[in-house]
């Protein structure tokens, strides 16, 4: 059974400081991974996503990494700003059945003080 | 503006009574979900459909129900056999499993009960 894991669950750090948030996952085989921003009492928003081949995609001041084989994923936030607070949360879309199932992290939430 | 509406925002459910969460959609989308977030907790898959009028359970399905009778709607119903109803609840769609893209979430709707 796929399980995704995010570290750490909460982090605070002064505004202007580069960041990264990690998410770890128990099956390799997966199809892509997904990284998301959901603000308090909303929805998710799509930030990244990256194919099972791929090793990065970036987005402005934001790049994601995969390394399939530790089953591990990095969401780097440069330049951190007080508008990047919010819960990020990662999944993992699994491979069996052909289906778009995905499995989320209990998400990280993140505070940029100013 | 294409998106995914869904209502109402705050919903309450009395004792042993159904209700149904709206969810539409404008982007075409062929693929539709429901998700559970409670606090703390990664979003867990209700029901997911990939196609107009056929639809799969995921993997918190009982005591709810689903219908895909438009390929732009797909309303839950909690029944009153979900005996743990109170979370927010959030709807997403997707181009399809063959599209590898990413899936777009709603705004939630927050259950509680009376």
């Known amino acids: 059974k796929q399980e995704v894991t995010q570290i750490p669950a909460a982090l605070s750090v002064p505004e202007g400081e580069n960041l990264v948030l990690n998410c770890s996952f128990t099956?390799?085989?997966?199809?892509?991974l997904q990284w998301f921003r959901q603000d308090p009492g909303k929805g998710l928003t799509s930030l990244l996503l990256i194919q099972s081949s791929q090793r990065e995609q970036t987005s402005g001041r934001l790049n994601a990494s995969l390394d399939k084989s530790s089953g591990r994923s990095t969401l780097y936030i440069a330049a951190s700003q007080p508008g990047d607070s919010a819960t990020y949360l990662c999944a993992v879309r699994r491979t069996q059945g052909g289906s778009e199932k995905l499995v989320f992290g209990k998400g990280t939430k993140l505070t940029v003080n100013p | 503006d294409g998106g995914i509406t869904q209502s109402p925002k705050y919903l309450f459910r009395k004792e042993g009574q159904n209700v149904t969460l709206s969810c539409e959609q404008n982007?075409?989308?062929?693929?539709m979900y429901w998700y559970r977030q409670d606090p703390g907790q990664g979003l867990r898959l209700i029901y997911y459909?990939?196609?107009?009028?056929?639809?799969q359970k995921g993997d918190i399905a009982e005591g709810y129900s689903v219908s895909r009778e438009k390929k732009e709607s797909f309303p839950l119903t909690v029944t009153s056999a979900q005996k743990n109803p109170t979370a927010f609840y959030l709807c997403?769609?997707?181009?399809?499993?063959?599209?590898?893209?990413?899936?777009?979430f709603g705004d939630g709707t927050r259950l509680s009960i009376l």
């Open positions: 997403a769609s997707s181009r399809g499993r063959l599209a590898n893209q990413p899936q777009h």
């Open positions: 982007l075409n989308h062929d693929a």
């Open positions: 099956d390799s085989a997966i199809y892509n």
């Open positions: 459909s990939q196609i107009v009028n056929d639809f």
